[in-house]
């Protein structure tokens, strides 16, 4: 049974490129905007508070962060800060939230009875309803505001905290890794990683920083020491080394292991083909970068990558739009909507899986968010998949030794 369409969880007034979950709050950032074109499309950041309402994912504004003439094409979250690559720059936010004042001689109640001034609502087509009452829960200052790329098109492509929020990794059209110390964002080292963009960036243990580039490369650096390169390919003789490009690198934990790692890359067709060739997906052992697997992921070209909190599931968009989340361990598709978006999906986000994630999750197993240039943001569930108990499969087992041996008896007497 194909899966159905996905809901349309939030409608932007602008085109988005980039959706971050908060680790443990039911909030969604997402970002994007038109640029410095004049064209009359705005830019910003856009908080969204999440919550079940009637057995139902629903999505509310809860504030609308203009930054200006600058679209956010990448942001990276560690707790309540936001790196997020605009232009060639990345611009550190801070953003708080407090429970919303009452209005005086209101007793905390508006005219339908709802506490506090914001109101619940579902998608809208301009994104901006009662955003002037609820711009009191976020407060957003800009902390720091620094050059990260430095080409003739200027651009920065990847941003990454580490995992305790003390490192900043950047990379973009210049092909220079440049690392920060935050929260001070002074730059502690820059180096030329690769002969073109930095398409993106994975931080894994002891700092390891893995960037993949349109330069068919994919490579793990020890500070500004390269540690190896990856081969995806070396052993499927069959493809030539420039045929595929890297376009996305992730490292993700491994159920049932603590502390393990496994990294996982997606590799696309360098030139496009009347007949297109499969687009695959690899997972890397997390310390010796051996590749362990590798199968193909379809025929659409990848353009963004996630990976859930347990590292169980894999979510996937396409430049046509569509939406795939594939199992970790086999790397098999198990869900898929073709064109869920009618452009390309520019990122992908799995619901934490924190105490208050599963509270969204509402029984499925997990819940993947997509955003793209056409200023949706959809909302994919992926069912709890049924199982029986180990205890009755072992009766059942049971079960049928004894009808086997009864029946043998049956059909050939004095069997037993």
Known sequence: MAPRRPAELYRAPFPLYT????????????AGGGGAAKTGIRNGVHFLQLEQIGGQLSASLLHSHDTETRATMTMALAGDIIAAGQDASCHILRFSLRAPEAPSGSAGRNGSGEKGPRKRRGPSPAGQSDTQRQTSEVTVESLHSVRTDFSPDALQKAVRFN??????????ADGFLRLWEFPSMKKTLEFKAHDG????????????????GRDFQCCVWQQD???????????LPGIPDKAYRYQACRFGAVEDNAGALRLYTVQVPHKRERRPPPCY??????????PLLTRPCGTEVISCLSISDSGTFLGLGTVTGSVAIHIAFSLQRLYYVKEAHGIVVTDVAFIPESQRGRELLAGNEAALLSVAVDSRCK?????????????????????????????LQLAFPGFL
Do not use: M, Y
Not at 19 to 30: G, Q
């Open 197 to 212: 963009e930095i398409e993106d960036i994975a931080l894994g243990p002891d700092n390891k920083v893995v960037t993949a």
């Open 225 to 235: 020491q390269l540690v190896t390169g990856l081969r995806w390919n070396e052993n």
């Open 19 to 30: 959706v971050r979950l908060h680790p443990r709050r039911p909030l969604a950032i997402t």
């Open 281 to 290: 997906l690899t997972k890397w052992d997390g310390k010796s970068f051996l």
């Open 379 to 407: 909302l994919h569930l992926l069912p709890s998949r049924r199982s029986l108990p180990v205890w009755l499969l072992l009766l059942l087992c049971a079960g049928l030794i004894v009808a086997t041996i009864l029946l």
């Open 163 to 172: 995992a305790d929020g003390s490192l900043l990794v950047t990379g973009g």
